[in-house]
C-alpha cells in the first residue's frame, strides 16, 4: 500500500445519503485516480487529476464528484445520484506517467 | 478507447508448477503494461511491468512478456508457492491523448495454488 492511506475501511450509509472517501499520498505523486471495483470484476476508473486544482472524468463519473485542493489529497464524494454505490472502491497515485500505485481501498455499502 | 481482455478467469495448478496468464488489448498505440495482484480485501499491488520498447522482463518467478505484433502479452510465475494464490489484473496504457494517460485493466484471473 505504501505511502497511501484511504478511510475508513469500511463505510456503511443510508440511500439518498452523500458520503465522503478520504484519500491521502505522501508520495509527492502528481497524479490520483480513483477506481470502482465490483466483485469478480476488474476497476473502472470514476475520476483522475494530473495537478492540483484540476481533474478529469473517467469512464464511470456520473454519481460521484471530487476535489484536489492538495497534491497529497484526493477526496471522491458518493451522492445520492449514483444509482449503484456499493462497492469496493480505490484510490491509486503516480508521477502521471506510468505506474500508479494503489492505496488499501474502502469497501462501502449502501442500504 | 482501449479493450483488454483477460484470460484464464480462473487457474488452479499444484505448488511448484508454473502459471501462465495471457491478455491481448486493442490499441496499437499502448506502450505500458503492468501487472498487479490483489489479495482478498486489499488493494492491487504493482509486481512487475513492460514497456513497449522491450520484450521480457524478468524478477525472480515473474517473468513478462510482449508479443507487439499480436498485441498480447502474459505474465509467467514459476515455482508457485501457496503465497501467489490471488487475484491478478493486467493493463495496458494509451499514449497520452491531451492530458490524459490511463490504464485499461482486463477482468482479473484467479490464481490458486494448491498445496
Known amino acids: 500500500d505504501g505511502g497511501i492511506t484511504q478511510s475508513p475501511k469500511y463505510l456503511f450509509r443510508k440511500e439518498g445519503q452523500n458520503v465522503t472517501l478520504s484519500c491521502e499520498q505522501n508520495l509527492n505523486h502528481d497524479a490520483m485516480y480513483w477506481y470502482r471495483q465490483d466483485p469478480g470484476q476488474g476497476l473502472r476508473l470514476i475520476y483522475y487529476?494530473?495537478?492540483?486544482?484540476?481533474?478529469q472524468k473517467g469512464d464511470i463519473a456520473e454519481g460521484y464528484s471530487v476535489s484536489r485542493e492538495k497534491k497529497e489529497s484526493f477526496p471522491l464524494t458518493v451522492t445520492s445520484a449514483q444509482k449503484n454505490p456499493t462497492a469496493f472502491y480505490l484510490c491509486?497515485?503516480?508521477?502521471?506517467?506510468?505506474?500508479?500505485?494503489f492505496g488499501p481501498g474502502t469497501r462501502l455499502t449502501v442500504t | 478507447g482501449e479493450n483488454v481482455e483477460q484470460h484464464p478467469s480462473t487457474l488452479s495448478v499444484q505448488e511448484g508448477d508454473s502459471a501462465v496468464i495471457k491478455c491481448t488489448y486493442s490499441d496499437s498505440a499502448s506502450n505500458y503494461f503492468p501487472w498487479y495482484k490483489q489479495e482478498l480485501g486489499k488493494g492491487p499491488q504493482l509486481i512487475i511491468d513492460i514497456r513497449s520498447n522491450v520484450g521480457e522482463k524478468k524478477d525472480q518467478r515473474i517473468a513478462v512478456t510482449l508479443n507487439k505484433t499480436a498485441k498480447h502479452f502474459s505474465l509467467h510465475i514459476t515455482e508457485t508457492q501457496p503465497e501467489d494464490s490471488a487475484v491478478y489484473f493486467c493493463?495496458?496504457?494509451?499514449?497520452?491523448?491531451?492530458?490524459?494517460?490511463?490504464?485499461?485493466f482486463g477482468s482479473g484471473t484467479q490464481l490458486t495454488v494448491l498445496p
Open positions: 493493463a495496458a496504457k494509451e499514449r497520452p491523448s491531451g492530458s490524459a494517460r490511463q490504464l485499461t
Open positions: 491509486a497515485s503516480g508521477t502521471g506517467i506510468h505506474e500508479q500505485y
Open positions: 487529476s494530473q495537478i492540483v486544482n484540476d481533474f
